[in-house]
């Protein structure tokens, strides 16, 4: 009997472990006939404030037949702060788990990548990024075209190398992953609302996005 309880235990932990998966939706980064190089079309290019000139999302890697394209920032502008998003507008969610590969790749004042979520518009999100030149994962909100940190940790966080950054936010309280490894919970209720979830990076950094996935908690 103990044997057959643990069977049935184990399928039902399986099947809630499937059905989970299943809720998890890929998002297209951009439509598969766009060429490298090519302006992206699955998300808004936008920047947050009025530092450095025009921002450039393009297809960094079009999409092949097993995967979907890769896209990245490309102005590389070397202004401090610029903060370059590209908007999802057909997600909104209050409650939402968010995740992307991202493949840090070239940069001076920063090598960074991130995702923004309950974005009101282009100066008013919360946001978590990673950054391979200061090893380290941090959360903030971002008020008016403000960033203020409430929440971080050193991290390892490698340039080159595809890594997977995962943010969960219900009510007032975020967790952050890094590379399937949980680092930290934070509370902050600066925004509470509906929003639409964003890509993000800062200055010169050269950040590829790829396989970015969403669950939406509550609308």
């Not at 929440?151 to 995962?166: K, M, T, W, Y």
């Amino acid at each position: 009997m103990k044997i057959q309880a643990a069977a049935v235990a184990s399928a039902m932990l399986l099947a809630s472990s499937s059905a989970f998966a299943q809720d998890f939706r890929t998002i297209e980064l951009a439509s598969p006939a766009l060429k490298k190089g090519a302006a992206v079309d699955g998300c808004r290019p936008e920047k947050t404030g009025r530092a450095g000139g025009p921002v450039h999302w393009q297809v960094f890697k079009p999409a092949g037949e097993k995967s979907g394209a890769t896209i990245a920032e490309t102005s590389r502008e070397p202004v401090d702060p610029k903060y370059p998003i590209c908007i999802f507008d057909n997600i909104r969610a209050t409650d939402v788990e968010i995740s992307v590969d991202l493949t840090p790749l070239e940069g001076d004042i920063d090598r960074a990548g991130g995702l923004a979520v309950r974005v009101i518009d282009p100066n008013n999100y919360y946001v978590v990024r990673a950054n391979a030149l200061e090893h380290n994962v941090r959360l903030y909100h971002v008020v008016k075209g403000a960033r203020d940190q409430f929440a971080g940790i050193a991290e390892n966080v490698f340039s080159g190398r595809p890594q997977q950054l995962r943010l969960r936010v219900e009510g007032d309280r975020f967790t952050v992953e890094f590379n399937h490894r949980k680092l930290f919970d934070a509370r902050d209720s600066t925004f509470k609302g509906s929003g639409a979830v964003a890509l993000w990076t800062k200055a010169d950094s050269l950040t590829e996005f790829s396989n970015l996935t969403v669950k939406i908690l509550k609308d």
